[in-house]
């Protein structure tokens, strides 16, 4: 079993940041790759930013590249994504997934497919 909770979603305004939080328990642990994905209402569910579970190599969205930021904590098993310039566009459920799965096909980081698991969720609201 893999459980991943999500955390630290809320309302801001254009401008400020945000950090999410996604712990993971169960048998996910550190060699787990982790993305970041998020989906506005009425919208596919889009890549945002993963990290690998092999050597911790981060990949992005163009949309976020720049201004978000994802990290691992081993010890605490948890992801985070620090969201800074934080735009109305970026509004959106933020949910976390995690694979065990290895891969040395970067595109597969971006896709819905790779990821075996998922979290809930947590809101993510920008007012302009």
């Known amino acids: 079993q893999v459980q991943l909770v999500e955390s630290g979603g809320g309302l801001v305004q254009a401008g400020d940041s945000l950090s999410l939080s996604c712990a993971a328990s169960g048998r996910a642990d550190s060699s787990y790759s982790i993305g970041w994905f998020r989906q506005a209402p009425g919208k596919e569910r889009d890549f945002v930013a993963a990290i690998s579970g092999s050597d911790q190599t981060t990949w992005y969205a163009d949309s976020v590249k720049g201004r978000f930021t994802i990290s691992r904590d081993t010890a605490a098993n948890t992801v985070y994504l620090q969201m800074n310039s934080l735009k109305p566009e970026d509004t959106a459920t933020y949910s976390c997934?995690?694979?065990?799965?290895?891969?040395?096909?970067?595109?597969?980081?971006?896709?819905?497919?790779?990821?075996?698991?998922w979290g809930q969720g947590t809101q993510v609201t920008v007012s302009s």
């Open positions: 997934a995690a694979t065990a799965t290895r891969t040395y096909y970067p595109p597969d980081y971006y896709s819905r497919a790779y990821y075996d698991h």
